[in-house]
């Protein structure tokens, strides 16, 4: 995924100043538009969701979807 993303332009890896066993890896300019508008979008869908959904629904939704992240990180 990571050697998609640095062919992509979205990341790259540079040396560790300290350890040239360790790369790290940054978001190029392409990488960080890529995210500001992936954080537009959420934000859309959320603000419409907000808007059509009583919000005592989505007090149940949130503790539902971090749930439903923990089970995906395991």
């Given at each position: 995924m990571l050697k998609n993303l640095e062919r992509d332009g979205y990341i790259e890896r540079k040396q560790d100043k300290k350890s040239a066993r360790i790369k790290r890896i940054y978001l190029t300019?392409?990488?960080?538009?890529?995210?500001?508008?992936?954080k537009k979008s959420f934000d859309?869908?959320?603000?419409?969701?907000?808007?059509r959904v009583d919000?005592?629904?989505?007090?149940?939704?949130?503790?539902?979807?971090?749930?439903?992240?923990?089970?995906?990180?395991?």
């Open positions: 300019d392409l990488g960080k538009e890529q995210v500001n508008e992936m859309s869908i959320l603000e419409k969701l907000s808007k919000e005592s629904l989505l007090d149940q939704l949130v503790p539902l979807l971090k749930e439903l992240n923990q089970e995906i990180k395991k």
